[in-house]
């Protein structure tokens, strides 16, 4: 398996460069979407950041008011050192079961999007790294314009993350979106080629061999006792149906359920071994 990394400075375009991925087919790990999973109200880093900030960053809900908490956590850097701290332990298992899941899916090629893939040194995960990268002018009017802050505010946000020019040189491939989006498009054409070359045998060794492997097959069906559900397991390997007690070959496209002579099959899903 291969996991891409994609990182940039905030409103360089992260987001837009990870949509032209999705929209290509590559799957993409959202560091942000799991950031905002691992503070829902009830959560482990729920209870540790209103543990550590207190119930003025709380809605009336007792949601957290993100507002508010973006305010204290971008103009103090402790504590947003505090709130990073608390939740680091918190994104990285999240990032490592969204990572798990697309393994298991058998993807071979997956795109981690992580605003702090430098500053949480979570870079050594990734290969190769892609930096979308911005001129400092079109970041900070892009950010004010998409999220309706103040200049100041807008620098603030831009000062906690490691410079965009620091990151452009850490970088294996670069896009830079300061142009329209038709440029970016254009180069992320070439990004995309860079990306889905073939794996190396390293990074062969590490996919999950799902598509050639075998796979269980788990049937839930009526019981012969009518009243109860029953689930059944089948172990397939191609279109070949091993069971107990005999040996079919099933279209794993159509499967003829009648083969197996179970009263009416309710649901089915496979499961990739
Ligand atoms: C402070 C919070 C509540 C503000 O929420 P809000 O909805 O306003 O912003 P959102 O989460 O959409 O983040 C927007 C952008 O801000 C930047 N950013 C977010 N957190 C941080 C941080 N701790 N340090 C530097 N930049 C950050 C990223 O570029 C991100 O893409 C939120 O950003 C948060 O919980 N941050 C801590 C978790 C974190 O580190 N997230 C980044 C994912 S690796
Ligand atoms: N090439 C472009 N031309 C014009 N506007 C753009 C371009 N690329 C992105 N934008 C706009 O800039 C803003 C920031 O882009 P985007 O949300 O993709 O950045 P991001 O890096 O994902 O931000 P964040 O770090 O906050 O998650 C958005 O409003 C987006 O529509």
Redesign the pocket.
């Known amino acids: 398996m291969r996991i891409v990394g994609l990182t940039g ?2 409103a360089s375009g ?1 987001s837009t460069v990870s949509n032209l991925f999705k929209s290509d087919g590559v799957p993409v790990v959202d ?2 979407v799991v ?2 999973d691992v ?1 829902k109200k009830g959560t482990g880093g729920y209870k540790k950041v209103v543990g550590a900030f207190g119930d003025k960053i709380l809605l009336d809900s007792g949601d ?1 008011d ?2 508010r ?2 305010q204290i ?2 103009s103090d850097p402790s504590k ?1 050192q505090l ?2 701290r608390l ?1 680091a332990p918190f ?1 990285s298992s999240g990032l490592f079961w969204e990572i798990m899941k697309l393994w298991l899916k058998g993807s071979k090629v997956i795109v981690l999007d ?3 893939l430098f ?2 040194k979570m870079d050594k995960w990734t290969n190769p790294i892609i930096v979308v990268w911005v001129d400092p002018e079109t970041q900070l009017q892009r950010l004010m314009v998409r999220d309706g802050i103040t200049e100041e505010q807008a620098r603030n ?1 831009i000062n ?2 490691m410079a965009l020019d620091s990151k452009r040189t850490k970088a294996d491939l670069v896009i830079d979106n300061s142009r329209s989006l038709e440029e970016t498009k254009e180069q992320f054409q070439e990004v995309l080629m860079q990306v889905t070359r073939p794996l190396t045998w390293r990074e062969f060794g590490l996919s999950r061999k799902g598509e050639w492997g075998p796979k269980l097959l788990i049937l839930e069906h009526e019981s012969k006792y009518k009243k109860h559900l029953s689930l059944s397991c089948y172990l397939l390997h191609q279109k070949t149906l091993f069971t107990p007690h005999r040996r079919c070959v099933v279209d794993s496209a159509s499967l003829g359920f009648s083969q197996l002579r179970l009263p009416k099959v309710l649901q089915y899903r496979y499961l990739s071994l």
């Open positions: 400075g905030i992260k560091a942000d950031a905002r503070l957290v993100r507002a908490l973006g956590v971008f947003r709130l990073n939740l994104i992580i605003p702090l500053e949480a946000r906690a993350q």
